[in-house]
């Protein structure tokens, strides 16, 4: 009987916490197989440094809150693990942390970096004479992941753009006679634009302009496109996704600084956008950044990502208890009308470092909105409702206790 290490990485969504308790419920049904379930205190850095949760101390009913709880629930981070030959005292450390504590499998939540993380993980452990099942949680707004159909998180998010692009156009329509003819809402997504697509989703009756990081930022053809719906409605809503890029590869976003991971840090694209129309055009804007309350939003998740979240968490462990290693439990499709789904299972080796980004076929050809099929790809993952239970009026989440392990080794540096 070994222990379990679960963590999670990189920006958190309003589900991953669903996971978490996919994982921890799951393993907590093989007490025969599984010791105790440690996390890692802000992801993987918790299992460099050593500072593992012990999560059999938290109870039945906060775990399963945790379902309901949106944001990374025992901390994440933006820290990505250099290469093998780079830094493989890192990767050494951390097959001595999970020696040290009995620490047998090794659950990753999180996007392509922490895919990687995880398949180098267990090659080296395999080397170390320490094997380590290593499976991949994937998590990620940006939907960016191969193999799976959607990621969990991203459901969520496509709910809250398609929502939020919704209501504000119906403000924005309702002054648009003597004020407010503009509404810039600037959305997650580097290099893919599957967040900025679900503002397509609205009826067609609202004009709503998308721009993609696939497609080339033409200037020209997005002032007439914005000019040509302010006349026909009387206003227009821009969803501009934050990898929009000029024809020269530079980010309309882009401030001249990296995150923790080496990207380009990015913000600023919505402003941008509504001082060109102001410019050009002489329209009166205004514009909003979603940023956080995009993906932190869980008093208005998807039930079907809730529930694939969960499922997926739940899968990791069955995979490991199948004696799976270096594998990443994945969503298959299996319908549409009505939508249906089950849980596969990709190799890490075809899915770390692999972006999977808008196919073609889903952007009009104009390079401003969604066709049907994307539509139709997209409808199912927002559809149903899981509202969290309430307290004096707010959502009432879980907080835990986050009570520590006794460390063995010396300490680390990261």
Not at 137 to 150: A, I, M
Not at 158 to 180: L, N
Not at 184 to 199: F, N, Y
Not at 357 to 369: A, L, S, V
């Amino acid at each position: 009987m070994k222990n379990a290490f679960y963590a999670q990485s990189g920006g958190v969504t309003a589900v991953i916490n669903a996971s978490a308790c996919g994982v921890i419920e799951t393993a907590r049904k093989f007490p025969d197989k599984i010791g105790k379930v440690y996390a890692g205190q802000n992801g993987i850095i918790g299992a460099l440094m050593e500072n593992l949760i012990d999560t059999s101390k938290e109870s039945d009913s906060n775990i399963s809150a945790l379902k309901h709880t949106p944001s990374g629930g025992f901390g994440s981070c933006r820290y990505k693990m250099k290469s093998l030959e780079a830094n493989k005292a890192e990767y050494e450390r951390l097959i001595e942390v999970f020696k040290a504590h009995d620490i047998g499998y090794f659950f990753y939540n999180g996007g392509g970096d922490s895919a990687d993380t995880c398949l180098k993980v267990s090659q080296l452990s395999e080397s170390m004479g320490y094997p380590i099942q290593a499976i991949h949680v994937p998590k990620t707004v940006d939907n960016d992941l191969p193999v799976t159909d959607n990621c969990p998180g991203f459901g969520s998010v496509a709910k809250y753009i398609a929502v939020s692009t919704m209501e504000a156009s119906f403000d924005v329509a309702s002054m648009a006679a003597t004020s407010t003819k503009i509404f810039v809402l600037e959305v997650m997504g580097r290099h893919a634009g599957w967040i900025a697509a679900a503002g397509g989703l609205v009826d067609d009756s609202i004009p709503v302009v998308i721009l993609f990081p696939e497609i080339e930022f033409d200037e020209k053809a997005f002032l007439a496109k914005v000019d040509k719906n302010v006349k026909e409605f009387g206003y227009c809503t821009i969803v501009v996704s934050e990898g929009t890029q000029w024809p020269d590869g530079r980010f309309l976003a882009e401030q001249g600084t990296r995150d923790d991971f080496g990207h380009a840090q990015l913000g600023g694209a919505a402003p941008v956008v509504a001082n060109l129309i102001k410019d050009a055009l002489g329209y009166k804007y205004h514009w909003a950044v979603a940023d956080y309350l995009q993906r932190a939003a869980r008093h208005l998740a998807s039930k079907s990502d809730v529930e694939q979240a969960y499922a997926l968490g739940e899968a990791a462990v069955n995979l490991a208890m199948e004696g799976k290693n270096s594998v990443m439990p994945a969503i298959i499709r299996t319908g549409n009308n009505p939508y249906t789904w089950e849980i596969g299972m990709g190799e890490l080796k075809d899915i770390a470092n692999v972006e999977k980004m808008m196919p073609m076929d889903y952007i009009t050809k104009d390079g401003f909105g969604i066709t049907d099929a994307c539509r139709k790809y997209l409808q199912p993952l927002i559809e149903g409702e899981d509202y969290p239970p309430y307290k004096n009026g707010l959502p009432d989440y879980v907080v835990m206790k986050k009570e520590m392990v006794d460390k063995k080794l010396p300490s680390f540096e990261v």
